[in-house]
C-alpha cells in the first residue's frame, strides 16, 4: 500500500492555524522590489554582528467577563458583554522582567443606554464603550479596539524609556503604532497573501534564521514587512514563520538595517513546543507577559458575581 505524505502543525488546533488553508489576496499594491529585485530574491542572512541588546516586548490580553443585555427607557434591549482587557512591556536584557502594566474594563454594546458599571470590588469599574453594532463580531471588534489603545500606550511608554539602541516588537501588526520610532511588528499567524505565487513558495523554503528581502505593503497605513523563519519550527508548510513590519515611512536603508537586527535578536526568544502551544512563533517574553496579564485581569468568577450583584442592585 502506498503511503499518504503528510505533516501535522505544530500548533495547539484550540489555537486554530498558524497558515490559512487558502489566504486571502492582498487588497493594496505590494511592491516587492525594494530591496532587491523580485527575480532575484534569496534568502538573506541576518548579520553576526547585529542583534540587540536590549528588547521592549509590547503585548496585550482581553477576556469576555459575562454576556449582558442593556435596557433603554422604552424598553428596548441591546446584546453587550463586560469584558476586561490588559497591555504590558517586558524588557528583555541581562535577565527579562515586566516593567510595565495597564488593566481596563468595559461594557460593550450599541445600546445609546450604556452606561458604567460599578461593582462591589472597589477598583472594578466597567466604562462604557459603543459598539458598531450588536453583532458579535461587532462586540468583539469594540474589546480589539480597546485593547489596541492600551497596546498604543504601553509602546510610547516602552520607546520613551528605554534607550535609544533598544528593539521594541509589539506582537500583531505595527498598525496604530507606526508613530512609535523604530517599532516592529511580529505577525504569527497568516491570513493573507501578500506576495506573488513564486516569491509565496520561497517563503516556505526559508532556512531557520533567515529572511526575505523587504516588500513595502501599501494603502492606509503603509509599512516595510519581511518574513523571517525562527527555529524550532516542524514540518507543516510555513512552520515557524512570522511576518515582521515596520512603518514604509522608515528609509529603505534603514529598514534593511531594522530587518538584520530583527533577524539576529528574534530566534533566540524562539518557543519550544513542550512549553508553548504556539511555539515557536510565540516568543517566550510574550508568553510570559500574556500569563501575568491575564493574572492581573483577576478572578473571572469573582467578577461575574460582582457584575450579577450590581445587575441586581
Not at 517586558?90 to 468595559?106: C, D, K, L
Not at 514587512?225 to 511576518?243: D, K, M, N, Q
Request: hydrophobic residues 40%; proline residues 8%.
Amino acid at each position: 500500500m502506498r503511503l499518504v505524505k503528510f505533516s501535522v502543525d505544530p500548533w495547539d488546533p484550540s489555537y486554530g492555524s498558524a497558515l490559512e488553508a487558502i489566504l486571502d489576496p492582498s487588497e493594496v499594491v505590494v511592491n516587492a522590489d525594494v530591496e532587491v529585485a523580485s527575480d532575484e530574491w534569496q534568502p538573506i542572512d541576518a548579520p553576526a554582528d547585529a542583534r540587540a541588546e536590549v528588547v521592549l516586548f509590547v503585548d496585550g490580553v482581553r477576556r469576555i467577563d459575562a454576556r449582558v443585555w442593556v435596557e433603554d427607557d422604552s424598553g428596548a434591549v441591546e446584546p453587550g458583554v463586560c469584558a476586561s482587557y490588559a497591555a504590558g512591556v517586558v524588557r528583555a536584557g541581562e535577565r527579562a522582567e515586566i516593567v510595565a502594566t495597564s488593566v481596563g474594563r468595559g461594557v460593550f454594546s450599541a445600546s445609546r443606554a450604556t452606561r458604567t458599571i460599578a461593582t462591589k470590588f472597589e477598583s472594578v469599574v466597567y466604562q462604557p464603550y459603543a459598539a458598531g453594532d450588536s453583532t458579535p463580531e461587532a462586540l468583539w471588534l469594540a474589546i480589539q479596539d480597546q485593547m489596541g489603545r492600551r497596546e498604543v500606550e504601553m509602546a510610547e511608554l516602552a520607546r520613551r524609556e528605554a534607550p535609544a539602541h533598544a528593539l521594541v516588537l509589539v506582537d500583531g501588526p505595527v498598525t496604530n503604532r507606526v508613530h512609535v520610532p523604530g517599532a516592529v511588528g511580529v505577525i504569527k499567524t497568516h491570513a493573507t497573501s501578500y506576495l506573488p505565487p513564486e516569491l509565496h513558495r520561497l517563503v516556505g523554503t526559508l532556512p531557520e534564521g533567515r529572511r526575505t528581502p523587504l516588500f513595502t505593503i501599501g494603502g492606509r497605513g503603509s509599512r516595510h514587512s519581511w518574513y523571517l523563519r525562527l527555529p524550532g519550527g516542524r514540518g507543516a508548510p510555513w512552520s515557524g514563520v512570522v511576518r515582521c513590519e515596520c512603518s514604509a515611512e522608515m528609509s529603505v536603508p534603514d529598514a534593511i538595517e531594522l530587518a538584520g537586527r530583527v533577524g539576529a535578536t528574534v530566534p533566540r526568544y524562539a518557543s519550544e513546543p513542550h512549553k508553548d502551544p504556539r511555539a515557536p512563533q510565540n516568543l517566550y517574553p510574550v508568553g510570559g507577559l500574556e500569563r501575568e496579564l491575564r493574572r492581573r485581569l483577576g478572578d473571572p468568577d469573582l467578577l461575574y458575581r460582582g457584575l450579577l450583584i450590581a445587575a441586581m442592585s
